[in-house]
């Protein structure tokens, strides 16, 4: 659920947000080149 919720927040909040979050995924291991680019 964790996930989703982040999911949506930075869709709303816009590319800023999607950046940070793809790091934060970086960390946990997950795949975020959608995200990145």
């Avoid at 590319?15 to 946990?28: D, R």
């Amino acid at each position: 659920m964790e996930e989703t919720i982040n999911t949506h927040r930075l869709l709303l909040k816009g590319s800023e947000i999607v950046k940070n979050e793809c790091s934060m995924l970086v960390k946990n291991n997950l795949r975020c080149e959608l995200l990145c680019e």
